[in-house]
């Protein structure tokens, strides 16, 4: 176990953002609050100094013309500068309104249409281009370019750099705080966070001040330590994903979470390595992958290496089955292990920067099981937990070191959460941390929040040890295994406005990138394959027809380039088939039964993706395997 509860979530009831930027500026004035790495150099913040940034920015805003309420959006790649404009907005008494750095124009546009946004704060040169392209930008009062090295210019009169808006702008940091956190309420709204619907656009999740740290306090709740003990993390997701800002905003107001900011999120990998974070929070899909590198080191390595690495996972997988079993410490075989830690998987768990990481954590989206027990071979003491956005934090997580794979774990031991199960197995949630409805989406919003508690769209099943277990998700959303979530249905409509195609299903549950099955428009399809392809006869030969395949190719890509690019199809298959309910996939009127389809169409889906690397970590757990042989 990691330690003894911390006191409850509850706490948040009463207290802002602005009021706890003010303490840490007073009481912790010189430590770290957060590091950037700028050409080649960290460069360190401290608390002063950043509680004086956000007050400059903040003061600028109000010169602007932003009022209390006023919406600020902000688009750009992990920095500095994302944490600054966020807690600037926060503290002006404003909302922040993230957007993904990679949307496309027509999503950038709907966000600021949306949100009524008034001001808008871009990354760089991209992000700008992505914001004039739509018809609300000429309607911001400013759009600030946060990159300090931009120097390019706009054809639009309200586009200015963060160096000029903040001017000579000189304020008094701590009277600037002491005012705003006398006026703030912990029930004011902080942030919009804008998560993918079952259909249409994206809906904003309303999150106040309480529902921010009450949920960043759920990852204490589940760790400990990380109120007690200097943590460093790395931040890699958007910055407008939940995790990403309550890494960067809330936590270290709340934990000694200290965050690293790198070159660019593109340089992820080398910044990970520099950091060596001590706490790590990402969806599996990174864990995936880091572990293929690491096996492909050691495949790659000397004999004595793979001679080494053979001795210790057969070390290794009897002192983990010794630790899940329950029995009593054996301090030879604990003595082995760690040996094998020092000698042979430190040194592995050093090439990707893991090898100071003490407190893993997985969310977002399915973890194989054999690649959460792969990292706990190595030694990482790896644990899943269960969270949303509406919920900011999670309510569910695996507390109990090397915890089996399979489970999220039990509810969080906090008084101010509750946990419950519906006859249906659909789970419920109420707490400090819950978002208080959707931006603009009413029905949406009864839909989701019911007498103070929220509908997660999850089935699960309680185990007999307490801990809960996933087994469906009522509402479409596709959760990739890169921790992105989108919506199925908003892409398929997409798909289905090529008169070639008549349904589209997509896939990507807990995959790397998205898929889709395809059913060719019978009339229009067979009526255009059949002038110009003779081998085309029936329904089923559209599935073999090169010609229809460059069809369909085409009609996928119009469809791509109006979707962001997290959205866009990857690979795609023909079906040989009409869609019908006779074979079970479909309703009486035409409404898919995905999970019916996509036990149906598996073979033919399992053709749309890479396993090498599920393959190759498998083999790390086989009890004969050949990839730790020590043969070269």
């Known amino acids: 176990m990691t330690g003894p509860s911390p ?45 004086s940034l956000v007050c400059r920015i903040s003061a600028a805003l109000k010169a602007a013309g932003l009022r209390r309420g006023d919406r600020v959006a902000i688009m750009g790649d992990v920095s500095q500068e994302w944490l600054l404009a966020d807690m600037a907005t926060i503290c002006s008494g ?12 027509e999503e950038v546009d709907y966000y600021l249409r949306d949100s009524g946004a008034r001001i808008g704060f871009v990354g760089g040169e991209g992000q700008l281009r992505a914001f004039l392209a739509g018809s609300r930008a000429a309607e911001l009062g400013k759009i600030v370019v946060m990159d300090p090295g931009w120097s390019g210019t706009s054809p639009a009169n309200n586009v200015t750099t963060l160096t000029d808006f903040i001017g000579g702008i ?6 600037a705080l002491t005012t705003e956190a ?29 529902a921010l740290l009450a949920g960043a306090h759920t990852n204490i709740t589940f760790c400990p330590p990380l109120a007690t003990e200097p943590q460093r993390v790395a931040v890699h997701l958007p910055m407008s994903h939940t995790v990403a800002r309550a890494q960067a905003t809330t936590k270290p107001l709340i934990t000694r979470v200290v965050p690293h900011f790198g070159e660019t999120s593109a340089e992820f990998d080398a910044t990970i390595r520099e950091v060596k974070p001590t706490f790590y929070m990402a969806p599996p899909r990174f864990y995936q992958r880091n572990a293929a590198r690491i096996l492909s080191k050691v495949q790659s390595g000397s004999v004595r290496l793979r001679q080494n690495y053979k001795h210790a996972m057969r070390i290794a997988k009897t002192a983990l089955a010794h630790r899940q079993a329950g029995r009593e410490p054996n301090p030879f075989l604990e003595g082995l292990f760690e040996v094998c830690c020092e000698k042979v998987f430190r040194p592995l768990l050093a090439e990707v920067g893991f090898d100071q990481l003490t407190y893993p954590y997985t969310a977002s989206a399915p973890m194989p099981s054999e690649v959460m027990t792969l990292w706990q071979l190595w030694g990482l003491n790896l644990k899943e937990c269960y969270g949303q956005t509406e919920m900011v934090g999670g309510n569910l997580g695996q507390m109990a070191d090397w915890s089996k794979a399979g489970t999220v774990g039990i509810p969080v031991q906090d008084p101010a959460w509750e946990t419950r199960v519906l006859d249906d197995g659909e789970m419920i949630v109420r707490g400090p941390g819950l978002f208080t409805g959707y931006w603009n989406k009413p029905t949406e919003t009864q839909s989701a929040l019911k ?5 997660t769209g999850d089935v699960v099943q309680v185990q007999p040890d307490g801990s809960f277990k996933l087994v469906d998700r009522k509402k479409e959303i596709i959760n990739t295994s890169g921790g992105k979530s989108v919506s199925p249905t908003q892409i398929e ?9 008549s349904e589209a299903a997509v896939i990507g549950e807990g995959k790397k990138y998205l898929t889709a ?7 229009a399809g067979m009526d255009w394959a059949r002038s110009r392809d003779d081998r085309v006869k029936e329904y089923k030969d559209l599935a073999t027809s090169e010609i229809v395949t460059r069809l369909i190719e085409g009609e996928v890509a119009k469809a791509n380039m109006r979707l962001a690019r997290v959205e866009q199809i990857k690979s795609f298959r023909i079906l040989p088939e009409e869609l019908s309910p006779d074979t079970g996939v479909m309703t009486p009127t035409r409404k898919k039964r995905r999970k019916p389809l996509m036990e149906r169409y598996k073979t033919l889906i399992d053709t749309l993706y890479d396993d090498s690397e ?19």
């Open 493 to 501: 409509n997409e798909l289905r406005q090529s008169p070639y195609i």
């Open 517 to 523: 099955l395809i059913e060719v428009d019978a009339t």
């Open 170 to 175: 000189s304020v008094d940091a701590a009277a």
């Open 7 to 51: 006191e409850s979530g509850a706490k948040y009831a009463d207290v802002t953002i602005p009021s706890l930027l003010l303490a840490r500026s007073a009481e912790r004035a010189a430590e770290v609050a957060f590091c950037q790495k700028r050409n080649g150099q960290w460069l360190r913040t401290n608390w002063r100094d950043y509680a």
């Open 451 to 455: 007498d103070g508690w929220l509908y």
């Open 94 to 105: 404003a909302v922040t309104v993230g957007v993904y750095f990679t949307s496309s124009p």
């Open 182 to 210: 006398a006026v703030a309420k912990a029930s004011d709204i902080a942030t919009i966070g804008y998560t993918s619907g079952t259909t249409g656009y994206p809906k904003g999740a309303i999150l106040s001040h309480t």
């Open 614 to 632: 599920e393959q190759l970590i498998k083999e790390q757990l086989s009890p004969a395997s050949k990839s730790q042989g020590a043969s070269p």
